[in-house]
């Protein structure tokens, strides 16, 4: 019998799919046998948070605002 075998796994959930919940979805991933199941919830239809462009602006589909860091010209 394996050592990890007697230890309880324990079910994640990360809010928001930017830079830090993708970085915390991957460390969890990443030690699956510990944690189980590891599940990502993220508002808008993209990952990525406010590194997302759009040139949309005030609120999206939901009537949620838009949050975003980028512009049209960054470079």
Not at 18 to 27: E, K, T, V
Request: charged fraction near 15%.
């Amino acid at each position: 019998m394996s050592s990890t075998s007697n230890k309880k796994c324990r079910s994640v959930c990360i809010i928001g799919a930017g830079a830090a919940g993708l970085c915390a979805l991957r460390h969890f991933i990443n030690q699956e046998e510990e944690f189980s199941p590891v599940i990502c919830y993220e508002q808008s239809a993209q990952i990525g948070g406010t590194w997302n462009y759009t040139d949309q602006t005030g609120n999206d589909e939901n009537g949620l605002p838009l949050h975003t860091s980028m512009y049209r010209d960054l470079q």
